[in-house]
């Protein structure tokens, strides 16, 4: 029914910039929030940023000053603008969506399939 389709990730060198993207499709009747969250190796899943409706942002205490969130609303994508990259961003990055569907009245939460960002010190 919804599929969150992730693209940008890769291997930069520390303090490199890389830009991730994520688009959602499918029965989608109203997006709540969308965000990013990572997970490292030998690590649990953390939330990275995420971008409400209505335009408020959250991030979390160690990307804040280098990583921005923005949603174009039209396209029902998310973008992660990440700069100044440090070897301890290494993880895979996974977005999320919390949104309603046609025919439901219930804010579910769906999930790319994650993409990887090594970032090489």
């Known amino acids: 029914q919804v599929q969150l389709v992730e693209s940008g990730g890769g291997l930069v060198q520390a303090g490199g910039s890389l830009r991730l993207s994520c688009a959602a499709s499918?029965?989608?009747?109203?997006?709540?929030?969308m965000g990013w969250y990572r997970q490292a190796p030998g690590k649990q899943r953390e939330l990275v940023a995420v971008?409400?409706?209505?335009?408020?942002?959250n991030y979390a205490d160690s990307v804040k000053g280098r990583f921005t969130i923005s949603r174009d609303n039209a396209k029902n994508t998310v973008y992660l603008q990440m700069n100044s990259l440090k070897a301890e961003d290494t993880a895979v990055y996974y977005c999320?969506?919390?949104?309603?569907?046609?025919?439901?009245?219930?804010?579910?939460?769906?999930w790319g399939q994650g993409t990887q960002v090594t970032v090489s010190s």
């Open positions: 999320n969506a919390e949104l309603v569907t046609w025919g439901s009245r219930r804010r579910l939460d769906y």
């Open positions: 499918g029965s989608i009747f109203s997006i709540n929030a």
């Open positions: 971008a409400i409706s209505g335009g408020s942002t």
